[in-house]
């Protein structure tokens, strides 16, 4: 397995839940390592680039509004597998149909108010890591 960088954002519904502590320390337990993080208020412009490939999608108008609704936990994490380690605490999209014990069947409310955003494979956690953490030097 390879050490890996993937990017977490934990959205506005769990901002204000006041779980952001809850949810890193899911990310902790696993042996995932904060690299960067920063609390962030997105604007429109920044939440519509951000899910650029999403923008045909019917949801494309309601993502952009919730994801710019308060502010978002951004992190970059770093470990063995990080990117599909952190889709396995995050649970399916729908919290609905996510296991047990995930992020998103414990904290989120709806598909789209799902608590928490996991890069999805290598190309796109270093485009989304690059995004919000330019500074931050390739590993
Ligand atoms: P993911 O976040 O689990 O990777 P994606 O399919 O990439 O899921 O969708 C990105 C985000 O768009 C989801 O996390 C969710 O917030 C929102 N979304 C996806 N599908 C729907 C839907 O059918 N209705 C409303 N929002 C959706």
Redesign the pocket.
């Known amino acids: 397995m390879a050490i890996e960088r993937t990017l977490s954002i934990i959205k506005p519904d769990a901002v204000a839940k006041n779980v952001i502590g809850k949810i890193v320390s899911r990310f902790e337990a696993a042996g995932l390592k904060i690299v960067a993080a920063k609390l962030v208020q997105l604007s429109q412009a920044d939440a519509e680039q951000f899910y650029a490939v999403?923008k045909e999608r019917p949801?494309f108008k309601?993502?952009v509004s919730f994801m710019i609704s308060g502010p978002v936990f951004v992190q970059a994490l770093e470990g063995e597998d990080a990117i599909a380690k952190n889709r396995d605490l995050m649970g399916a999209?729908d919290p609905k149909k996510a296991a047990p014990g995930t992020i998103r069947a414990d904290f989120a409310d709806s598909?789209?108010a799902?608590a928490v955003?996991g890069s999805?494979a290598a190309e796109t956690a270093k485009v989304e890591i690059a995004f919000f953490f330019p500074e931050l030097k390739a590993r």
């Open positions: 999403h949801f309601d993502l999209t598909i789209d799902n955003h999805d």
